[in-house]
């Protein structure tokens, strides 16, 4: 477990010990979710937040017509509702839900009051730098999301995962959430990745997807 917890910017490079240090000043808690069980409802009072050990969990809200929007997907070594944690937030606005059977560890940002603004605390720093490199990663989402067209999206949506993981990558999305994510009709997702496809620009099964060299860099620019 201590090598999945040091994929998060709280215990990356600390040794066993630290890593168990860590884990009593945030005072975790190990608990495991089913497929589709909720790990967070919309309205609940946040005294936590999780990082993920196994699975994949996916945070969502829904618009004012009901529908539901795929915020983020997070998967191990990744945290949620750390900023609601920490503000004391008495009602959440997202609710978190397992992609799969998920186990996540809850942690109290409790010990933070008080020491944050000094900044001194190793504890501080670390969650600062969480805090900055989720916000980071909510850049990508709204990349996403600004573009006009369905390729667009699925171009800059590409893009980001090859940059990461090279031409060769896997979604952490079945097509209904893929289509979720993007805010987009399944079918016309469906037909527009049939489309790219055959066109020669990707290929993919499920949701590994690959970048064929067919494609043109400059297609692929955000």
Avoid at 32 to 49: H, I, M, N, P, T
Avoid at 134 to 152: A, C, P
Avoid at 170 to 198: C, H, I, Q, W
Wanted: charged share 25%; proline share 1%; aromatic share 10%.
């Amino acid at each position: 477990m201590f090598d999945i917890l040091r994929l998060c910017p709280l215990f990356e490079g600390l040794t066993d010990a630290q890593i168990q240090d860590t884990l009593s000043f945030y005072q975790s808690i190990g608990k495991s979710y089913s497929k589709g069980e909720f790990l967070l409802r919309a309205g609940e009072r946040v005294s936590r937040f999780g990082i993920v050990i196994s699975g994949v969990v996916q945070i969502m809200m829904d618009d004012f017509d009901g529908r539901q929007m795929i915020m983020a997907t997070v998967e191990k070594g990744q945290t949620f509702a750390e900023s609601l944690c920490y503000q004391g937030a008495k009602e959440s606005p997202v609710y978190a839900c397992a992609v799969e059977n998920v186990s996540v560890l809850w942690l109290s940002a409790q010990g933070l009051t008080g020491q944050m603004g000094g900044g001194h605390c190793m504890h501080c720093r670390r969650f600062i730098r969480m805090l900055t490199l989720k916000t980071l990663s909510m850049n990508d989402r709204i990349q996403v999301l600004s573009k006009q067209t369905l390729r667009e999206k699925l171009m800059t949506l590409f893009t980001q995962y090859s940059t990461r993981d090279g031409r060769v990558f896997t979604l952490p999305f079945d097509r209904s959430s893929m289509a979720t994510y993007l805010g987009v009709n399944r079918s016309a997702l469906s037909r527009e990745l049939s489309l790219m496809k055959k066109e020669g620009k990707i290929d993919f099964y499920k949701n590994s997807f690959t970048i064929l060299s067919a494609v043109k860099e400059a297609e692929y620019e955000n």
